[in-house]
Structure formats: C-alpha cells, structure tokens
C-alpha cells in the first residue's frame, strides 16, 4: 500500500513540475501575442519604423519564450497516458476530444502563423503578415480554451454517463462538456489573468529600460501599453474570479472549505481577508483553526451561493455529515460508492457467465433513462470514487497549501491593479521616468505576477485532492503500475532538463534584453 | 451527415485519419533526416547553416503532426492511448526527451549567452534526428509485433514486462522499421535540400550522400516488409471477436483489399522515383525528388497503417494475453464521440490547406549563404 502512496505522489510529483514548468511560459505568450498585435498593428497604420522595430523586439523575446512552452507542453499531453493510464482509458472518452481538437485547431494555426510572423517580415505581404500575428495571437488563446474545457470537466464532470459495457465514462453532450459554466470560467480566469502576468512581463522589461534611461520611446509606449492592457485584465479578473470561486463553492465544496481553512461550516460566513493558520489544526482535534484572522463579514456566504444568510459547508461538515443541510458524511459516500463498485462487478460477472436475465437487470440500473437508473445513479454511482478511498480523511486536501496560495493569489491581484493604475498615471503625465521606485517596483512585478499564477493552478489542483475527476475517480485509482523507481527516475530526469532549459532561455533573454531592440544579430 | 454511419463505419473513417496522420508524420519527418545530416552534410559552414534554417523555418511540421497523432489517438482509440503509453513507458519516454531537445535547439543554437554552447543544441538536434525516428519506428513497429500486456475488467492495462517498452528493441523486426525510418527520412532530408537550397557543394555531397542512404534503407526496408508479409499476423473474428494467429495475414490483407495493395505499391515506386530522380539527365525532375519519395512515402506508409485496421486485423497486439490485443472496434471510442471527432475532422483539409498556402508564400525563395548571412531572423 506504501509502495501505492509512493507512486501516485511521484506520478503527481512529476505531472506538478511539468505544468509548473509549462506554466512559467504559456501566460506570456497567451498575453503577449495579443499585445505585439496590437504593436504590429499600430505600424501597419502609421508605417513608423519605431513601431516595427518595438514589435521585433517583443517578438523575439516571444519566441525565445514560446519554444520553452512547446517542449513542457508536449509532454503534458502524453504525461496522461504514460503516468495516469486507467485514467486515460476510463475517461478517455470524453478527455481525449479536447486535446486533439487542440491539436487540430490550434497547434497547427500556432505553428505555422508563427512562422509567418517570424520569417515574413520580407516573404509576404504586410497585410498577410498582420494577419498572421493576429492568428497567432488567436491560436495560442484557442489552444488554451481546450485544455481548459479538459481540465474543467476534471473539476466537474459534465455531458457524461457511465457505460458498464466497456467499463469507462462516455460523452453524450459535447456541448455540455465545452460549455459547462465550469469551463467557461476557467478558460476566462485562467486567459485573463495570463494576460495580468505577460502584461507584468512587458511592464518589467520596460522599466529596466527606463532605470538604464534607454530606448525610451519603445519603452514608454510598451508600458502604456502592457498598463492598459494589465489593467483590463485585472478588472476582468475580478469577475472571472468571483466567477470561479462560486462555480468551487457549488461543484467542490470541500476545495472551498480547505481555500478558507473553514472546519465548522456556518451560515452568514465571512470571507478571511487575512489570516495565518494554526499549523496543529486538522480534523481530528479540537485546536483553533487560525492563529489570527480578518474576516470580510458575510462575503464568503455571499460569493458561494450569491446569498449573505446561505451555510457554506466547512472541512468537518463534509466528513462527518451535516443532516441538517443535507450533506452525506464520508462514510456514507465511500459505502455508496462501494455499493457502485460492487454492482459493476456483479455486472461484469454475469456477462461473463452470460447470465442474460440478470445482465438486464443489473444494466437498468445504469441507464439514466429507467427508473432504477436515475435511483442508481443519482444515490450511488455518483459517488463511484469513494469506493475506492480507506479512510475519510483521505479526503481533505492540504489546507494550508490550499489556504495560503488562494490568499497570496487574491491579495497580488488586488496589488497589480494598484500598480496598473499609478504606472498609468505616470506614463499619462510622462513622468514615469522619474519615478525610480516605481520602476524598480514594475521592474520586480514580474516575480510576483509568476507566483500568483501557479499559486491559482495550486488552488485549483491540490484543492481537489485526491479526486483526479471530481466524486468518480480517485488518483490512487487512475495511476499508471510502474514501479517508483521508474517514475523517480524520469522525474529526475525532467527536472534537470527543464531545470537546464529554463536557465538557457533566461540567460538568452537577458542578453537579447540588454543588448535591446537596435541590435539583433545576435 | 456522420449521424448515418454505422459504428463499424466510423471506427473505420477514424482509423483512416489516424493512418493519414501516421503517413504524414514519416512524411515530415525529413526534419529529422536533415538534422541527423548534420555532421555528414554540414561538416562546415555555409553548410551547416543552410540545412537547419532550411529545415528550421518548419521545424514544426513534425513535432505539431506528432502531438496530433497522440491527441487523435487518444480521441479515437483511447484503450491504445491507455495501454501503449502506460505500458511501453520508456520507449515513449525517450521519444519525447528527444522531442523536447528539438523544440528549443533551433531558437537557441545560434543566440549569444546561450548556457550550452551551439555545439551542444547541434548535438540535440542530431539526437531527434538518430534517437527520435529509430525510436518513433521501433513504437511502429510495435504495432505488428505487440507488446506484453493484460487488461483486467475494468480495461485497466498492465504491462508484464519491467523492461516498460525498452524490451521493444530487442524484436528485429521493430528494430527493421525503426532503421527504415531513419534512413528514409535522411532520404527525404536529402532530396527536399536539393529542392530548397542553392549551394553548388551541398548538392554534390548530397547526391553522394543519397546513394548511400538509399541502399541502406533499402536493405531494412525489404527485410522488414518481408518478414511482416511472410510471417504470421494477428486476426480478429468478426463475429466471435476472438484474436487468433493467421499465417500471412498481412500479406493476405494486400491480397484481399486489392486498392490498399496497390497504394503500397504506388508509393514503393514513387519512392524509389523520388531517389532516382537527381541521376536522371531530365534538368526539370533533377531537384523535384523530394515530392516523389514525398507523396511515395506517404502512400506507402497509409497502406501499411491501413493495413493493421482493416479487414478484421489487430492494430496492437498482446503477446501474453491474445484477447486483451486492440483492434479498432473494442479500443475505439463511443459512437457520440467519434461522430463529434468526425466534423471535427472536418477541418483538415482547411488545415492542410492554409499550411501549404503559407508554406508556399513563405519559401518562394530558395534559401542561399548570402541571404542568411544577412538575416536578422536566421538559425
């Protein structure tokens, strides 16, 4: 069982640090590319060489970042089948629509605008090659929209019924699948706030300019720019965000209760705006759950069911049941599920016996159409990945992960549109120059923009721990049987490649950063 | 309108885009080809610099087809998403570490301050070429030669074999497809310089080069065909859907699908065409190979796809377990889901479409030593 354990947290371990990785890239290009449009653009108007000389240099530093992005990215997607085989198969069905659709769609409209844009310049027309930035500018984001819908339907499992026949979950609605309001507001989140972190990337770049004191006119209009542009985002973050935080509070309650470190759910909650958790504290004592806190009263209850007098459920209500709001205890939900696994088996047993009559039976009970179908799914295979948990505790996720990386996200969100705002300000009242702290602020921002932006994708996924696909399936149940040493080894392996990489590309980027826009060769 | 096809149908127009996308693949892979050339063919430079931004300005093709075929994989056929991916854990591993190497080589080989030196991302390069196609051609091969799996009730896999994929290398017969496929896509590589670059001393070392690269291929490519035609090949029972051995199944699948039998035939010959054609006295022909052994090779390599999913054949067979082998009906996907792939799919031919429109737009030039030198966007 250790041996078990030991597996899935490398396998977890090793699909951690590819996206984390991956995802140090994607947000620039998802933001940038909109933003050396929008130069490109400017130039195709105005024919000022300023403006082409500002979008080659943008792009440059596009590229050397997007290349990163495409080598974490392709071993995202087989990630799935070598590491997470049964999940690969027992959702495949629906989860594998998205990710070629990516590929067809979007990859290749990435790929080859891309080299328009890059290798264009001279080859094809002007209008052609604006047309392709803005394609590219396309691509990137509609390849971002897919694996989102994929990675949202992990979170909600939508436009799907369990087909015993072949053992796995099918699709019956794309629809339900690509549009479930869990999908679009993780696209939207997630696209909106990659454009605060690329508009932080511009903004950083910019400043060192200015401290240096060069390269002033492409250096004041990026960061006009990226300020406006960040400052959009921002306000759209704020929506998306809520958003996001109400579609948690509906579909994965648990994720939301461990986000706030609420133990004891209650009705008129208020939302932590600041808080530092009592490291003794989990479920199984009595200690205080916070050291020290600042409570927003009544937003919590608010953001979660849009009612300030609603009862938001917390860690304890969730394990040991609340029958007062309804709310199955763990037990219960692991007994149910154990009931799913149990009648799959038996209908396993009787097809291979060929027993017609009891195979009739026992199929009813699958179908969402019958009676004894939506008595069963609804009481008991909804709750198909408890079956496989040992202990109600497996449950709860890491709180204090969860906790702090939601807090450190939401206060950095608030603090970029502050920064937005001023450096706006400034650049409007062309002072910015002068403004040396300011500059040294926007020149750091970037770091800060980096961390906000895992610690979401930290909320997101180890708040829905131990679930791979939200209720069905656990991640003890989804990983691949190699042996730990094997996933050890590749995980070493990817670390130091990645690791490598990273610091090729950021010691290219310094480089093409100082030597500036009026000299590329390079 | 994909409403109306049977099951069986859709299976089989799916196992149809996988093949092309498979054909395609080989097709494009003359990246590889090119930068495994790299220490024979650009020992020197302007040399060196012409082959990799040749090839470099479209480097993509291969590694975007790549994550396609996966992708699709996984839409259509998850059981072999599931099964080959987990099980031949190390064989697909070392195919995307040499993936992941292409991806950047081409941006930072020539960039100052680049941590590895160029020699370093040239060498990376080398590796896609020489490790990815052996490897991509062993996985192939897999497909007519098996792998060592179980899959229990629940269609979850296990692999029986702790070599995970490395034992793949072991069987000759993959080992014949995987050096097949280096060696065509150096072919490709060869004649697709030829066509694209203007340098008088790259075409002379390149006809030489094609000889040899031919002769050789052609040595592991008749093996590999003939040991899979007379050998014994995995069949399906239609109505039963048990898995058995049958003595020339492949062989007999050419036979039995007259067309499938000559598109192989049709692009063996353009093929060997397309490596003729610099040795013809014909001037117009002369760089024009590349879209002979091109299109050659994609036809040869759809046939041979084809040729795994239809007429009751198993696509990925088990050695330990006959009955847990995949053939495209119980490793497919849901009905809704293939219809919903299929208008997808749709969208193909647009794709295909604008990447040679752009293709066309972009490299109306060919690529010579004084362009690049002046560049500011070269490799």
Redesign the interface.
Known sequence: MDELVSLVNWSRGQFALTAMYHWIFVPITLGLTIMIAIMLTRYYKTGNEEWKTMTKFWMKLF??NF??G???G??L??E???????????V??????P???????A???E??????M????D??SKK?HLV?TWLVAIGSNLSALWILIANAWMQYPAGTVF?PA???N???N?WDVALSPVAVNKFLHATTSSYIVAALFVISVSSWYLLKKRNLFMAKKSMLIAAIFGLISSIMVIFTGDGSAYQVAQKQPMKLAAMEGLYQGKSQAGLVAIGILNPKKDITNDEKPYYFKIEIPYLLSFLSNRDINSFVPGIEDLIYGNEEHNILSAEEKMARGQVAIKTL?EY?KAKKSNDTANLTEISKKFDPNTKEGEHFLNNYFKYFGYGYLNDPIELVPNVALTFYSFHIMVSLGFLFILLFIIILLYVWRDTIEKKKFLLYLGLWSILFGFIASQMGWIVAEVGRQPWIIQDLMPTVAAV????VS?VQT?FV?FAI?FT??L???L??M???IRKGPDN??? | MFEQLSYNALQGYWWLIISVLGAALVFMMFVQGGQSLIYSLGKKEPQLSLILNAIGTRWDLSFTTLVVFGGAMFAAFPLFYSTSFGGAYWLWMLILFTFILQAVSYEFRNKARNFLGAKTYEWFLFLNGLIGTISLGVAVGTFFTGGNFVHNDMNFVSWTTNWHGLEAFANIKNLLLGFSIFFLARILAILFLMNRVDDELLYVKSKKQLLINAAVFLVFFLSFVFAILLGNGFAVDPTTQLVYLEKYKYFNNFIELPWMGTLFLIGVVLVLLGIATPYLKNKKLETKGIWFAGFGTFFTVLALFLCLGYNNTVFYPSLVDLQSSLTIHNASSSRYTLIVMSYVSLLVPFVVAYIIYTWRKLLKKKFTADEISESDTAY
Do not use: C, P
Request: charged content about 10%; overall charge neutral; proline content about 0%.
């Open positions: 590229i050397i290349v990163v495409v080598a974490t392709i071993i997607e087989f799935f089948g070598t590491n997470w085989s049964n999940y690969s198969w027992f495949g069905d629906i989860f594998g629509a990710l070629a659709i990516e590929g067809i769609l990859f290749f409209m790929a080859t605008f891309i080299a328009v890059i290798f264009g310049w080859r094809v052609f392709s087909n072949t053992a796995r099918e699709m019956i794309f088996q396993q691949t049987h190699l042996s094997t590749t392996l490649i490598t990489l610091i090729a590309e010691r290219i310094f480089n093409q590329f060769k390079k």
